[in-house]
Each structure stands twice: as C-alpha cells, then as structure tokens.
C-alpha cells in the first residue's frame, strides 16, 4: 500500500513518511500515543490517519461472515496450497493437507507413529507443487533419538507406492536423501542456537521449506524442575515465536511432534489403562504451549483393532483436537511400509 495515494491532508502524509513508516503493517501494529510520539499529529489525525489505513485494506479484502462461509459464498480463509502428507484420506482430513504458516503440532504416545509421519512429509515436502509439494528440502531437528535413517530410506524406496500420482521418471530425478538435513539438538541451547542462525540460513537460500522438531517436549521436561514452570513458560514463548516468525518470513510449514501426559481425576490418581478405565492423555506441556499451536493433532494407537481398509498391523486414530479453520474430526489409518495410510471409514466422523 502507497501511503501516499490515502485519502488525507499532503501535511499529515508527509509526517507519517518522515516517520518512516511506509506500510499498513507498520502503522495499525503501533497504537495511537505511538503514533503520536513518532509523527508528531494531534490525536485526531493520527485517529484520520488510522481510519484511512483500515479503510484501504477492508477495500482490498472485503469482510467475510462465517455464514458466508459455510454457505460457500466467499473463498476459505486460507487459499492457497497446502503441504499434502501423501494420502489421499489423511489429505481429506486436513482439507488439503498441513498449512505453510503457523506450528502444527502432533502429539501422541510412544510408538503411536509420530516421528513416521514426519518422515513422510521430509519427502512429499519434496515434490513439485502440482502434486502436492514444495519443490523443497526439510531440516528435521531430533532432540531425543537419533534419525532413523534406515527407515527413511525404506520409505524413499517405497515413493512409487505412496506418490502414484507422480510420474516415474518425474519421481527419479527428486534426489530425496539430499534435501534432508539433520540437526541434533542435546539441551536447550544448541537447540535455540539451530532454530535462529542455521535454520534461517538454509530457508533463505531456498534449500528447506519445512521445519521438524522431534520431539518439542523432551528438553523442556528434562531441564526444568517442577517449582520452574514460569521459567519454562518463557523459554517456551521464545521458542514458539522463533518457529513463528520462521514460517511466516518463509511460508514453510513447521511440525512439532510432542509427547503426552496423564490426566489426573480429581482424587488425585492418574486415569490410565492399568485399572478399569480407558487411558486418557493429554499433549505435554500445558497452556504455555498449546496457546502457540496453530494445528494441534493427535495419534493414538487403536488397540482391539485387527486392520484397517486390510492393511496389517495395529491401526492407529489421528485426531484434529484443536484449529482454527477444521472441525473436530478423526480419521483411522496404519503404519504400512510405505508410510502413513489413512482410510476414509469409518472413523471421519465428528469427535462426541
């Protein structure tokens, strides 16, 4: 937006630029003793000035009604491309697959096939967009265990299967090993250090455009005490906003794998499936962090299951818990061997 071409007094113009501010970004983030300080106007023309900004942009992108929306009336919230994970149902799930922009986070217990489906997105992220990819590598981060790399290279053995779309000879040339790069991430430090100077580097050159981190929980349960949680809380903060600001200067899709944690009932007891009830869990830690999820999924293991859509093994539930444009709903799928297979029955119905 031209500041220039807004509908205000030439002197009121000529003080919001010696102020240096040349975008509409720049001039509704500040509030209006802000303003004021910066361009030295009266409070009724910073109040012109603001009105102006508001006006230009609500031009540009008329309001949408949520019943416009649902009627389909107006284009979605959020257009454009999506990362797809590879199948077609998990896609469905998604509506069009994980979001350039903002931290999807996936929670689950251990071996429910969390650090699987990160592997399978290093590789869709890969692909040209006109199957569902970036044409871009993925930096995944391990903070617990070391990279499974016999089972990434199972999984590119296997592409034929999980990518059919894409042509063979289209496919060979997609030199999948390279365009994966594995950061080890022992404590907290070298973990903040990865996220803000080599991560940055490699989106800038154009060498990434998806961001891995396996698992978020696993240093910041270990180097805090219990008595810490505020301490932990703004390392948190700092670590979320960094993710953020990285997704959003590059449009690239973050995925923070997280682990879980018991829910306590009232008598003080965990609910778990050692006794009577049904184990109930919950995505670690807490508010501080659930606050900077976009996306918040989940995948349990289905337990008493056979198969699902004849696919061996046990089936597991990926779960969308919390977001801003889906709804709550659940799809079944397996870990085969290559990759995450979702299946469009029975379990894509609404969560009770």
């Not at 995944?140 to 290279?153: G, N, Q, V, Y």
């Not at 879980?260 to 007891?269: A, E, I, N, R």
């Not at 996306?295 to 093994?313: F, N, P, Q, T, Y």
């Given at each position: 937006m031209d500041i220039g071409h807004l509908e205000l007094n030439p002197r009121i113009i000529n003080a919001v630029k010696k102020a240096n501010l040349r975008s509409a970004r720049d001039i509704l983030s500040l509030s209006d003793s802000d303003l004021q300080r910066l361009t030295h106007l009266s409070a009724s023309n910073v109040r012109s000035v603001r009105s102006a900004v508001a006006l230009a942009c609500r031009s540009r992108s008329p309001a949408v009604t949520a019943l416009q929306l649902y009627r389909g009336e107006r284009p979605a919230l959020e257009p454009g491309h999506k990362l797809t994970t590879g199948c077609p149902a998990l896609d469905s799930l998604l509506r069009g697959g994980v979001s350039l922009t903002g931290i999807t986070e996936l929670a689950g217990e251990s071996g429910a096939g969390k650090t699987q489906l990160g592997l399978q997105l290093c590789l869709t992220v890969q692909y040209p967009r006109e199957y569902g990819g970036l044409s871009s590598g993925a930096v995944?981060?391990?903070?617990?265990?070391?990279?499974?790399?016999?089972?990434?290279?199972q999984l590119i053995t296997l592409q034929s299967r999980l990518k059919a779309d894409c042509p063979e000879d289209q496919r060979r040339r997609i030199p999948f090993s390279d365009n994966i790069y594995v950061e080890h991430a022992a404590d907290l430090g070298a973990l903040q250090t990865c996220i803000s100077q080599r991560v940055p580097i490699l989106l800038s050159q154009g060498l990434v455009r998806l961001v891995v981190v396996d698992s978020v929980a696993a240093l910041f349960r270990c180097e805090f005490r219990p008595e810490e949680t505020v301490e932990r809380a703004r390392h948190l903060l700092a670590f979320a906003s960094t993710l953020h600001r990285?997704?959003?200067?590059?449009?690239a899709?973050?995925?923070?794998?997280?682990?879980?944690?018991?829910?306590?009932?009232?008598?003080?007891?965990?609910?778990?499936?050692?006794?009577?009830?049904?184990?109930?869990?919950?995505?670690?830690?807490?508010?501080?962090?659930?606050?900077?999820?976009?996306?918040?999924?989940?995948?349990?293991?289905?337990?008493?299951?056979?198969?699902?859509?004849?696919?061996?093994?046990?089936?597991?539930?990926?779960?969308?818990?919390?977001?801003?444009?889906?709804?709550?709903?659940?799809?079944?799928?397996?870990?085969?061997?290559?990759?995450?297979?979702?299946?469009?029955?029975?379990?894509?119905?609404?969560?009770?």
């Open positions: 995944f981060i391990c903070t617990e265990d070391s990279f499974p790399i016999k089972r990434l290279r990285l997704s959003h200067s590059f449009c899709p973050v995925l923070c794998i997280n682990q879980v944690t018991d829910v306590v009932d009232p008598s003080g007891l965990a609910v778990s499936n050692m006794g009577l009830a049904e184990t109930k869990v919950l995505p670690a830690l807490g508010m501080a962090w659930a606050n900077q999820v976009l996306v918040r999924l989940m995948l349990r293991r289905m337990e008493g299951h056979k198969s699902v859509d004849g696919w061996s093994g046990t089936p597991r539930k990926l779960e969308v818990l919390l977001a801003p444009h889906l709804p709550r709903t659940s799809c079944l799928c397996s870990i085969v061997e290559e990759g995450v297979r979702g299946s469009f029955t029975p379990g894509s119905t609404p969560l009770d």
